[in-house]
């Protein structure tokens, strides 16, 4: 998906998402360098553990096709406050994605925060901590 911001693209995969038991539904989009934008919500599990994050879903969009890197990400959630990734899906944008990243948390009524990969995740872990291995 090329054509489409990234708040709308956010705005339109958090209508999916399956929160039955928190009833607190999120959506996530991502920006790949070619200008891809790959979208994920969340998606609740009766065994509470097994369900994921909408940033670990657009992740999973974004590497099933092939796309390493993120050079955008915004998130929407229902609340009063922009809300901010979770500290797994922290590690997990880290992952694909220079610090300077932009990250966007924003409400459904437009309230925005902007941060960034490193801002989220200072001293992260990373592949150079595994050089003797
Ligand atoms: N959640 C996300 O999908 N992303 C976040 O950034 C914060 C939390 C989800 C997980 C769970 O389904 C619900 O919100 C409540 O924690």
């Given at each position: 998906m090329t054509d489409l911001s990234m708040r709308d693209a956010a705005l339109a995969v958090y209508e999916n998402a399956?929160?039955?038991y928190s009833r607190f539904k999120v959506g996530a989009a991502i920006r790949t360098e070619d200008g891809t934008v790959f979208q994920g919500c969340n998606v609740e599990n009766v065994a509470y553990p097994e369900g994921t994050c909408a940033e670990a879903g657009a992740i999973a969009?974004?590497?099933a096709a092939g796309?390493?890197?993120?050079?955008?990400v915004y998130v929407v959630a229902d609340a009063?406050?922009?809300?901010?990734?979770?500290?797994?899906?922290r590690q997990k944008l880290a992952e694909f994605s220079d610090g300077d990243v932009p990250v966007t948390m924003s409400t459904?009524?437009?309230?925005e925060d902007k941060t960034t990969v490193a801002q989220l995740l200072p001293g992260a872990f990373d592949a150079g901590h595994m050089a003797n291995t």
């Amino acid at each position: 998906m090329t054509d489409l911001s990234m708040r709308d693209a956010a705005l339109a995969v958090y209508e999916n998402a399956y929160a039955p038991y928190s009833r607190f539904k999120v959506g996530a989009a991502i920006r790949t360098e070619d200008g891809t934008v790959f979208q994920g919500c969340n998606v609740e599990n009766v065994a509470y553990p097994e369900g994921t994050c909408a940033e670990a879903g657009a992740i999973a969009a974004m590497a099933a096709a092939g796309a390493r890197k993120i050079v955008e990400v915004y998130v929407v959630a229902d609340a009063p406050l922009p809300v901010p990734p979770c500290g797994g899906c922290r590690q997990k944008l880290a992952e694909f994605s220079d610090g300077d990243v932009p990250v966007t948390m924003s409400t459904l009524s437009g309230m925005e925060d902007k941060t960034t990969v490193a801002q989220l995740l200072p001293g992260a872990f990373d592949a150079g901590h595994m050089a003797n291995t």
